[in-house]
C-alpha cells in the first residue's frame, strides 16, 4: 500500500500556490497547512483546500505533525525556515536558489544532517534526459568513434525578460510588525542577486551539472535596461570560466531582452558540436554532430521534468536515499553566483572553491554605485 506524505507550503504567492494546487492532486500526498505572512492568500486557500493556516512558520511547524514541507518563500527565508523544519524532523523541499549566499546554504545542509531529514532543491530542469545526454557526451568526449573529441568551449545563454511591473509586484508587508520591507525581489537582501539568483539561476544549474568542476571565473555584471533603474541588483552578466576538463565556458545572462534569441548550451569539441536549447537550456537537443549529418539534426527526446522532482524527493524520502538535487547539489549554483559577483566587483579572477566570506551582500549597486566588500 502506498504511504500519504503529510506536507506543507510556506510561503503561497506565485509559486507557493502552485505546489499547494500540485501536492493537492498528488495521490500520494495529503496537504494540510500552509503559511504567509499575507492573509488574504491564507484565507483564499484555506477556503479552496480546507487547510490549516498559519502567519507564523515556526508556530506551523511545530504544531502540525509533517512529513515535509515546500519552500516557496522570498530567497533569504529559504535559509531560515529549513533550519526550523529539520530541527522539527520535517524534511525540505526548498524552492530555487536555495538561499543567498554560501552561509547560508552551509546552514541549510548542516541542520539537515544534523536532524537526518532529507534536503531537496527546486531545480526542476535539472531532471531533463536532454542535460544528461549533453553531459555523458562531454564526459565521453575523448577518444571513441564518434565523439566530440577534446573540448575547447561551453557557451551558455540564459535571457529572460523581467519588466518594471514584475519588480513593482513583489511587495510584502509583515503583519506582526506592520513594516513593509518594499519589494523584495531586486535587492540584496532579500533576493540575493538579480537575473543571476532568481532567473538564470537555472540556467547556472545546468551548466555547472553538465561543465563539471570549474576551477575560476572572470565577469561582468551591470545594470542596463531603463526599466530597472530603482533595483538595487545586475540585469546583465556575462561571465568566462577555465573548467576542470581543460576548456572554457561562456556565460551571457541577461534580464533586459523584451526580444531575444532563445536559452541554449552549445558544446564544441575538436571534432563536432552540440546545442541544446529551448525552455532553461534543457528541452530538446537541437543539433548532435557526432553522430550525424549537419543537417539531419532532429529532436531527439523531451519530457515534461516537473512532475519528477517531487516523485524523486517522495522516493528519497521512503528509501532514505539522497534525492538527485540535494543541498551539496544546490549549492554549487550558489558558489558560482557569489564568484561572478564577486569578480565582477573586484575586476578580476575569482578562483573556486571559493571562500564566500560576507554574511550578507551589501545594499550596493554593481553598475552604478561602489562595489560591496567580499
Ligand atoms: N522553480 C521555479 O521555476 C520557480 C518559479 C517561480 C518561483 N520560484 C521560487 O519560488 C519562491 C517564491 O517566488 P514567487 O514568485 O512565488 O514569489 P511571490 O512574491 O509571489 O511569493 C512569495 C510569498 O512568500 C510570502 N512571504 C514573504 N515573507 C514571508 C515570511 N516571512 N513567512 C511566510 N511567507 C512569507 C509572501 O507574502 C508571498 O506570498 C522564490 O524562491 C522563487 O525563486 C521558483
Not at 556575462?238 to 536559452?263: H, P, Q, R, Y
Request: aromatic share 10%; hydrophobic share 35%.
Amino acid at each position: 500500500m502506498s504511504k500519504t506524505y503529510k506536507c506543507a507550503v510556506l510561503g503561497v504567492g506565485g509559486r507557493g500556490s502552485g505546489w499547494v494546487s500540485k501536492l493537492h492532486k498528488h495521490k500520494e500526498c495529503e496537504i494540510v497547512a500552509v503559511n504567509d505572512i499575507s492573509e488574504n492568500r491564507l484565507k483564499s486557500l484555506k477556503e479552496k483546500y480546507k487547510v490549516n493556516t498559519y502567519t507564523d512558520y515556526t508556530e506551523l511547524l511545530e504544531k502540525e505533525s509533517l512529513d515535509f514541507c515546500v519552500i516557496a518563500s522570498p530567497h533569504y527565508m529559504h535559509a531560515p525556515m529549513t533550519v526550523v523544519a529539520a530541527e522539527n524532523d520535517v524534511n525540505v523541499f526548498s524552492e530555487k536558489p536555495m538561499a543567498i549566499n554560501l552561509q547560508q546554504c552551509d546552514e541549510m545542509i548542516i541542520a539537515c544532517r544534523k536532524n537526518d531529514v532529507k534536503l531537496a532543491i527546486g531545480f526542476q530542469h535539472h531532471y531533463s534526459p536532454t542535460l544528461a545526454y549533453l553531459k555523458d557526451a562531454i564526459a565521453g568526449a575523448e577518444g571513441e568513434l564518434g565523439s566530440l573529441g577534446r573540448i575547447t568551449d561551453i557557451i551558455m545563454t540564459g535571457r529572460h525578460y523581467r519588466s518594471e511591473m514584475y519588480y513593482l509586484m513583489s511587495s510584502q508587508v509583515d503583519p506582526k510588525t506592520g513594516v513593509s520591507s518594499g519589494q523584495w525581489r531586486g535587492r540584496w537582501q532579500t533576493e540575493g542577486a538579480g537575473i543571476l539568483i532568481n532567473q538564470a539561476v537555472h540556467n547556472i544549474d545546468a551548466f555547472q551539472y553538465v561543465c563539471g568542476d570549474i576551477r575560476s571565473v572572470q565577469a561582468y555584471a551591470k545594470t542596463i535596461s531603463w526599466e530597472h533603474k530603482f533595483i538595487e541588483v545586475e540585469d546583465t552578466v556575462v561571465a568566462c570560466c577555465e573548467l576542470e576538463n581543460g576548456g572554457f565556458g561562456n556565460m551571457i545572462m541577461t534580464s533586459s531582452n523584451k526580444k531575444a534569441d532563445k536559452n541554449s548550451i552549445t558544446v564544441h569539441g575538436t571534432n563536432g558540436y552540440m546545442r541544446a536549447a529551448g525552455g532553461f537550456c534543457a528541452n530538446f537537443i537541437e543539433m548532435d554532430t557526432r553522430y550525424k549529418n549537419e543537417e539531419d539534426y532532429e529532436v531527439p527526446f523531451y519530457t515534461d521534468p516537473k512532475w519528477n522532482q517531487l516523485d524523486n524527493f517522495l522516493i528519497a524520502i521512503s528509501e532514505d536515499k539522497e534525492p538527485f538535487v540535494h543541498g551539496e547539489e544546490g549549492r554549487k549554483s550558489i558558489e558560482l553566483i557569489r564568484a561572478i559577483l564577486k569578480s565582477a566587483q573586484i575586476g578580476g579572477k575569482v578562483q573556486l572553491p571559493l571562500v564566500d566570506n560576507v554574511a550578507f551582500p551589501t545594499l550596493n549597486n554593481v553598475n552604478r554605485r561602489a562595489p560591496p566588500e567580499f
